[in-house]
């Protein structure tokens, strides 16, 4: 028995070191092309218009706690403690997400109408445009499910290939001839790739995607709401410091 236990111990550290490799990896690949990105978008923009950019992706990205609700753990929490109720669960968590989202643009958009100045021309039209990403980031509800079920491969290969795809995009932007809003489209791209893809390896693996949703119970929305109410004032604490 203590050979087995062992056993079983040992398998659990490998797969604990697997799926925290996997999450490094998406993590590292996020950061680096990013951080590479920036330096490129940077350099080629100049100082002025890279400015205008920079500060369309403040505005959005003060508000976007909203988008998250914070339901990041509290959805793995309800669809462990629930498996039978995970198409309701996700489907709650989405319409959360996509309130909240809402929010977020409105919030994001109205911002950038009354700070509007001539040093900022064109940034709320671009902030209109990423506000978009966040809609779409509602639907990132798949990759809680995917967790539950330790699909951190899956996951990981599904947003790599996303800001892979997008970075392309970004990098050809900055060689046309209107190169801040084709940005603010390749931001809502890679939204709508992650979106896309997260769904697909869940249909792939576990059999549920978007059709398999159920209408939302009422009851437990509530609820859920409540539950992510301290979480999102944690957030709305960080996100003003």
Known sequence: MAIHAAQDKTKLWVKARHDALWQLVERGAR????????????????????????????????????????LEALLVRELIREPSRATFTLSEGFVLRLGGAGCAAIGAIGTAILAASNKTHG?????????????????????????????????????????????????????????LLYLAFAAVAESLLCFLLLWWVCRRQLAVGLASLHKPNFGHLVAMARLAMPLLLSAFTVAVY
């Open 31 to 70: 950061t680096g092309l990013g951080f590479i990105l920036s330096i490129m978008i940077a350099r080629e923009l100049g100082p002025a218009v890279f400015g205008v950019y920079s500060y369309a992706l403040a505005t959005v990205a003060l508000f976007a706690f909203l988008g998250q609700a914070g």
């Open 123 to 179: 940034a709320t039209l671009l902030v209109c445009i990423m506000s978009i990403s966040g809609l779409l980031q509602a639907g990132y509800v798949a990759e809680a499910l995917l967790q539950v079920n330790r699909q951190f491969a899956g996951i990981t290969l599904a947003k790599v290939s996303a800001y892979g795809i997008a970075g392309a995009l970004r990098i050809v932007a900055l060689f046309l001839p209107s190169p």
